[in-house]
């Protein structure tokens, strides 16, 4: 998968993807990320990519024809299956969104800034628009991360058996289970006997009744469909 971000602040994007999974990810060849500052696009001497709104009013509007051709040269490298805008007024992220992302190819995201881009980019270009929560960040490239972080994990070969995802919170619709690790005695904080019983159907069973406890205490709301 080759992601390209578009981005007013890319030193916020250098470091998310160069530790861990991710990196492991681009190491094999599996994802890779290009993150582009819009200020190459920028108009003029001073690299201009924001004007103030029409109608007034505070804050600046990034400008309709720097993102157009930033897309558009962009678009003339690649074929993007979906152009993504980042905002917090977009489709709330989640695992469904996350899994059904990570099958394409080729992603374009563009990160908002300021009070926006132009609405004139959002109607002719992009084609998907997503907010990771209701709260306000001071732009989109945080959650940019958050959205790469989430599908690149998901990109066939990037986890193996110990990592997997099938076993993730949200990936079956409720939260994981409870995990312990050695020592078995630490002070007297015990682990769970079932757990060191050695019998795998048990086991599974009593993750699986510690997963749905934990989903009807916290996460009701994951039950009802
Ligand atoms: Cl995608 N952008 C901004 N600026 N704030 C957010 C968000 C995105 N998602 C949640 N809050």
Redesign the pocket.
Known sequence: MHIDILSAVPDLLISPFQHSILKRAETKGLLRVDVHDIRKWGIGKARQIDDYQFGGGAGMVMMVEVLTNAIEELSAQRKYDEIIF???D?ETLNQGIANHLSLKGNLLMIC?HYKGIDERIREQFVTRE????D??????EL?AAVLVDSIGRLLPGVLNNETSALFDSHQDGILAPPVYTRPRNFRDWEVPEILLSGNDRAIEEWRDEKALERTKSRRPDLLKD
């Open positions: 980042l905002t917090p977009g908002g997503i907010s990771i929560g709260y306000v960040l001071s732009g989109g959650a």
